[in-house]
T-cell receptor
Framework: NAGVTQTPKFQVLKTGQSMTLQCAQDMNHNSMYWYRQDPGMGLRLIYYSASEGTTDKGEVPNGYNVSRLNKREFSLRLESAAPSQTSVYFC?????????????FGQGTRLTVV | GQQVMQIPQYQHVQEGEDFTTYCNSSTTLSNIQWYKQRPGGHPVFLIQLVKSGEVKKQKRLTFQFGEAKKNSSLHITATQTTDVGTYFCAGPPDSGYSTLTFGKGTMLLVSP
């Protein structure tokens, strides 16, 4: 029972480099999310996908892009990494909108931009 | 826009003491969810409250939803070291049910 799987678990980037964070869920959920977590700031929504084929901006979308590749996979791309993007990134999924049903989180990706 | 605020930000208790964290929303919530995140881990769903004045219990944890559906609390009786972690409340934003807005969390440290 994998649930939500994120790769990689850890990553160090140099300023200006690009990378894609991968996320896959095996629960047949419609909705998927990307959050970032910084000390003292809680979880902030970057982007979400309410259903396959749709994506929408969250609270802090600047510097990121997303792709809902299919129902299972939702990737987050940093085109030109900046030190301000050093954070822990969590992917999550829910059967329907997370505002109404339980959200399941992945293990997180700890990203450092130097 | 909607804000979900939690207090306290941090609490350190001795094992066996009780603990309470409070969550307040600037707007009425249709429901509220609580999550727990262990150090170095990921958030894990604990419970959802829907009805005004609702009270739910999970062993030593008691969750309440306010009568006006603008506040909630989580109370832990006789804390144990396994209760260590950060507790988050979360609710749907004003715009609908597509996402969750999280409070900043209360970090609980329990000393043996």
């Amino acid at each position: 029972n994998a649930g939500v799987t994120q790769t990689p678990k850890f990553q160090v980037l140099k300023t200006g480099q690009s990378m894609t964070l991968q996320c896959a869920q095996d629960m047949n959920h419609n909705s998927m999310y990307w959050y970032r977590q910084d000390p003292g700031m809680g979880l902030r929504l970057i982007y979400y996908s309410a259903s396959e084929g749709t994506t929408d901006k969250g609270e802090v979308p600047n510097g990121y892009n997303v792709s809902r590749l299919n129902k299972r996979e939702f990737s987050l791309r940093l085109e030109s990494a900046a030190p301000s993007q050093t954070s822990v990134y969590f992917c999550a999924s829910s059967a329907t909108g997370a505002g109404w049903t339980e959200a399941f989180f992945g293990q997180g990706t700890r990203l450092t931009v130097v | 826009g909607q804000q979900v605020m939690q207090i306290p930000q941090y609490q350190h208790v001795q094992e066996g003491e009780d603990f309470t964290t409070y969550c307040n929303s600037s707007t009425t919530l249709s429901n509220i969810q609580w999550y727990k995140q262990r150090p170095g881990g990921h958030p894990v769903f604990l419970i959802q409250l829907v009805k005004s004045g609702e009270v739910k219990k999970q062993k030593r944890l008691t969750f309440q939803f306010g009568e006006a559906k603008k506040n909630s609390s989580l109370h832990i009786t006789a804390t144990q070291t396994t209760d260590v972690g950060t507790y988050f409340c979360a609710g749907p934003p004003d715009s609908g049910y597509s996402t969750l807005t999280f409070g900043k969390g209360t970090m609980l440290l329990v000393s043996p």
